[in-house]
């Protein structure tokens, strides 16, 4: 089988120790017959499969063989066995993993023999070698079994059989695993499995019925509630948690909109009806959040279900994810995705006729239908699935509503609402060096609660005036703070103040684990780290906002989630992100850069005050100015803003954006049919509050008169009957733009330098490609530095060059920009902006390093990054926008492998680990220098051993990482077996086939 060599490794190959080790065996084998009766390679591994793990494990695998096969042979009551257990010990230590399932074969062998062998000593003989050779040659199917007698002997009273070599079941048997395409599982597993599976059916119908009793845990498996308490430490729900899943609407499959205030435990109610959806109804669920990281931290907190309870779960943000999904047959997927995501998934589902398989979509923030173009976005979303399916239940959640009729009207749903907060919160307001408790009791809303007691020398009260020290140093370094401050600016700043006049005992606090973490950033950094974080960081402070690299700022977030930061002084995106609580939050004026603060952004930011299980009470100080103290006066008493749609104001992301996919999904393909849905939108339920100048059905006229004139739609408009000549049509044009996710303000632009690239599209580097993939929308926002861009200009080569004289930017333009000379040719600023923000890209993915380019183009990290991720996202638009126009075949491949290298920015090597969400550079560079070099290492990987491997790594962290490894690698097989099922499946009508 092997040519001369009969072994895989060394010079003593494993087929010869096995040669020997049966010599010596079969010496021994009356004292073994008489001691023992059966004694077979099978019996020797009796047991093996109870320990056998799934597909991930490896050697692992071989230690959990040989413990078991020594407890097995503890229950033979004959010492003679000792010798036995010596000689399988050692045949084990060197047998290759790809031999398990060979080893598991000839347990269900031994298995009959062990029966075949009681029944002997009953009925003096008896032989069952038939069946034993059936079993073995339906395992090898090519052995030859005519001239290999299976027959096991069992007693000295009865005849012995020959016994096949070992040598010769294991020559057999890497034939047969050759051709074997799935291991099989171990007995243990399959009864755990067949438990749950058996729980799950009886949840299905439990729900299904109209009984009171609702199962074990809210008509789930009972798992599910030890699976909480494993992997979340939760032991029961909170009144308001149970009151809510036993709501008669929620038993009767409405929907439903449910508001408590933050740190409430709104998203495990949430998360307990997806498990019931998809173990129960067995539907697809869709989970939409609002940020990237909010996506990807919950990916990797459900990952870890999902591979207990038999569920996939699916990221989609950013580059990620497939459109349209993979229809599984044998798993259920969760797809959790962000808002723009969430809206190409849904259209996805709709045109593939596939909205019935979406049995629940669950929103987070649901405020943020009143937010800009991601509301309208949002709405589009909500508005589709409850026009599309009556089947799938919609949940919608958030700490701060208002208006909450609109939001019923709009999805048909049922209200629930509850003031709980597992932590007390108490509100203050700071005027002067006096402190006021918000009390909406009394006339002036606030009442006198204390006077600071700080004394401040002349020189920190300049250079304190609000008194910042004071506050904070009242809770650090014991207890957790947060800053929330104004600008970028003023974070860092306040850090930088705060550390420099903190007494030099705070530096003393977990010192050593703070010097590690300025290691740790260094290393992120290549070699670089913020000078404001080097110095702020020895005494627990650091800042927190978009100026920062993903990389640090999930390191600064695990730092501080840690205790070794002990205050942040942070924007108010913080507040909507991840989950960062602390005892104080301090806001540090009423404004958000400079505008002044709305009640649900307030309401956002004190909400991280207090954490559940830690603190008793959490507080929030607002610093105000005397100037300012009647407006705060209205910003704590009055009720929170109303939700209104973005559809209007939002002009081509909104309703044009919407009409377009309308027509597109053949949704509504009439005016008429489009005055129907908009109707149903949020914008129909307020569009008496909303239109002022324009009828509804006027501003849908107009929209359409627009998508035609575009070129994306074709028709007239008419309000007869779809099926009549009057019916609108998508173009293809419409269609790629739809599809691609492409704000239709650029859709015709980018078809036409698409277009133009296709005449003289320049390979010789990917500079070209990279211009098409820039985003449009960042443009405006871009200074260049004329002196950057003429020093990067000329350190183009001739090739680059020309790219840079095709896309439309002269050189001459560029020379007199950085020279100060006036310009008289008219050049597109839009072009030159683009090409500005490509030569960044262009050299982040030459140099891999954020860092270093963002020295070079004296741009902030933050902003870098921003570039690269929304770079990202677009080419994955474009790849889209591409695969829907023939004539743009040629860009399909170019765009998937672009894609994915501005998706991870990284050196190749470290892609497979980027994979897993939530693993960003740093950590995969210490992964990988740690030995786990491929998703299926991480897969395979023992959190305790990567604890101690891998510096400033949680238990928890640990765990999550191999959860999502193990979810992203079953996720690709079930994926390849789909695959390879529609391939190898076999027409029906060809002759000969059955």
């Known amino acids: 089988m092997f040519g001369d060599y009969d072994g895989f490794y060394g010079n003593d190959s494993l087929l010869e120790q096995v040669d020997d080790t049966e010599h010596k065996y079969l010496q021994d084998k009356n004292l073994a017959i008489k001691a023992a009766g059966d004694i077979t390679l099978g019996n020797l591994q009796s047991g093996v499969h109870q320990k056998k793990q799934d597909n991930f494990s490896t050697l692992e695998n071989m230690v959990a063989l040989k413990a078991d096969k020594e407890d097995a042979i503890q229950m033979n009551e004959n010492d003679s066995m000792d010798s036995n257990q010596e000689l399988t010990e050692s045949i084990l230590a060197d047998l290759p993993s790809s031999q398990l399932l060979y080893l598991e074969k000839m347990d269900e062998v031994s298995s009959v023999s062990r029966i075949s062998a009681a029944s002997e000593r009953r009925n003096n003989c008896m032989n069952s070698s038939s069946d034993k050779v059936r079993s073995l040659s339906s395992f090898c199917p090519d052995a030859d079994h005519r001239n290999r007698p299976a027959t096991i ?38 009864l755990r499995e067949a438990a749950l599976s058996e729980e799950i059916c009886i949840a299905k119908k439990t729900i299904e019925s109209s009984s009171v009793d609702i199962g074990p845990f809210y008509g789930l498996p009972s798992k599910v509630k030890e699976l909480l308490r494993q992997f979340r430490g939760i032991e029961t729900l909170y009144e308001w948690q149970h009151d809510c899943l036993m709501l008669e609407p929620l038993q009767q499959r409405k929907n439903l909109i449910y508001s408590l205030p933050t740190s409430g435990g709104k998203t495990l ?36 279900f999902g591979l207990e309870l038999g569920f996939l779960v699916e990221e989609y943000a950013g580059s990620k994810g497939r459109f349209p999904p993979i229809k599984r047959r044998l798993k259920k997927s969760l797809y959790v995705a962000t808002i723009e995501k969430g809206h190409a998934l849904v259209n996805a589902l709709i045109e593939s006729e596939r909205m019935g398989d979406l049995g629940l979509v669950v929103v987070d923030e649901l405020h943020m239908l009143g937010e800009g173009s991601r509301g309208a976005a949002l709405e589009m979303t909500l508005a589709k699935i409850l026009y599309t399916s009556k089947s799938t239940q919609i949940i919608g959640m958030s700490a701060t509503l208002s208006n909450v009729g609109d939001l019923q009207k709009f999805l048909q749903a049922e209200y629930y609402t509850n003031n709980f907060r597992p932590v007390e919160l108490k509100e203050y307001v700071k005027i002067g060096d006096t402190i006021y408790e918000v009390d909406s009791k009394t006339g002036e809303g606030f009442t006198f609660s204390r006077l600071l007691n700080f004394k401040y020398s002349s020189n920190l009260e300049k250079a304190d005036p609000d ?13 957790s703070c947060l800053v929330f401050c104004p600008t970028k600016k003023n974070c860092e700043n306040v850090s930088l103040m705060v550390s420099k006049y903190l007494k030099i005992e705070f530096r003393a606090h977990r010192e050593k684990e703070k010097q590690d973490l300025i290691k740790n950033l260094k290393s992120i950094g290549n070699g670089s780290v913020c000078p404001v974080l080097k110095q702020t960081i020895p005494f627990g402070i650091a800042y927190h906002h978009s100026g ?12 501080y989630s840690a205790g070794i930061l002990c205050l942040l002084a942070c924007t108010a995106t913080l507040a909507a992100g991840v989950n960062l609580p602390a005892r104080r939050v301090i806001l540090r004026a009423p404004y958000v850069a400079s505008d002044f603060l709305k009640k649900n952004q307030y309401k956002q930011m004190i909400g991280r005050a207090g954490r559940a299980g830690i603190d008793s009470a959490g507080e929030s100080i607002l610093i105000v100015q005397e ?14 803003e109303n939700c209104y ?22 949704i509504a393909v009439t005016q008429e049919e489009c005055n129907n849905f908009l109707c149903r939108t949020l914008l129909g339920v307020q569009q008496q ?19 035609i004139e575009k070129g994306l739609l074709k028709g007239r408009m008419s309000e007869k009957d779809h099926n009549s000549q009057s019916a609108l049509t998508i173009t293809p044009l419409g269609r790629a733009t739809y599809k691609g996710s492409v704000d239709l303000a650029y859709c015709n632009l980018l078809y036409r330098e698409l ?19 820039t985003p449009y929308d960042l443009t405006y926002n871009c200074s260049p530095d004329w002196m950057i861009y003429f020093r990067q200009f000329n350190q183009l080569s001739a090739a680059e060059q020309k790219v840079v004289d095709i896309v439309g930017v002269p050189e001459s333009f560029i020379t007199k920009k950085a020279s100060g000379q006036a310009i008289r040719k008219n050049v597109d600023i839009a072009v030159v902006n683009r090409l500005y923000l490509t030569f960044v890209l262009y050299a982040l993915l030459k140099e891999t390093n954020i860092w270093s380019v963002s020295e070079k183009f004296n741009m902030s990290r933050g902003y870098v990054q921003n570039l690269l991720n929304s770079a990202a996202s677009f080419a994955s638009c474009v790849l889209r926008f591409c695969e829907e126009l023939e004539e743009f075949w040629v860009y399909k491949a170019l765009l998937t492998e672009l894609t994915k290298q501005l998706t991870y920015c990284v050196k190749m090597e470290l892609i497979p680990l980027m994979e897993v969400a939530g693993v960003l550079e740093a950590r995969a560079k210490q992964l990988y220098n740690a030995g786990y070099k491929t998703l299926a290492h991480l897969a395979n990987a023992n959190p305790e051993a990567m604890i101690r491997m891998i510096e400033h790594l949680s238990r928890r962290q640990a765990k999550q990482i191999v959860s999502s490894a193990k979810m992203l690698l079953s996720e690709k097989a079930e994926a390849l077996q789909e695959e390879a099922e529609e391939l190898l499946k076999v027409p029906t009508d060809i002759p000969g086939t059955y």
Do not use: F
């Open 689 to 707: 509050l909303l239109l002022k100048e324009k009828s509804l059905s006027e501003i849908i006229k107009d929209g359409l008169e627009n998508l």
């Open 153 to 190: 002997a069992s007693d000295s009273k009865c005849d012995l059989c020959k016994t096949e070599s070992l040598k010769d079941h294991l020559k057999s048997a890497m034939t047969g695993n050759a051709k074997a395409q799935l291991l099989q599982v171990s007995r243990t597993k399959q």
């Open 467 to 479: 008194h910042i020290i004071a506050l904070v140093t009242e809770v650090i370094p014991k207890y």
């Open 627 to 640: 100037k300012d103290k009647h407006l705060v006066w209205d910003l704590v008493n009055s009720p929170l």
């Open 269 to 304: 109610v949430a998360e307990i009806l997806m498990l019931q959806e998809l173990l129960c109804r067995q539907k697809d669920v869709l989970m939409i959040l609002p940020y990237v990281a909010l996506v990807q931290e919950k990916v990797r907190g459900l990952s870890s």
């Open 548 to 559: 920062l690299t993903n990389d640090e700022r999930k390191t600064i977030e695990e730092a």
């Open 755 to 773: 277009k133009k690239g296709l005449e003289g599209l320049v390979l010789e580097t990917n500079l070209h490609l990279l211009y098409l993939a």
């Open 645 to 666: 749609s973005h559809l209007l104001l939002e002009l081509t992301k909104g309703i044009q954006s919407l009409l377009l996919s309308l027509v597109g999904l053949k």
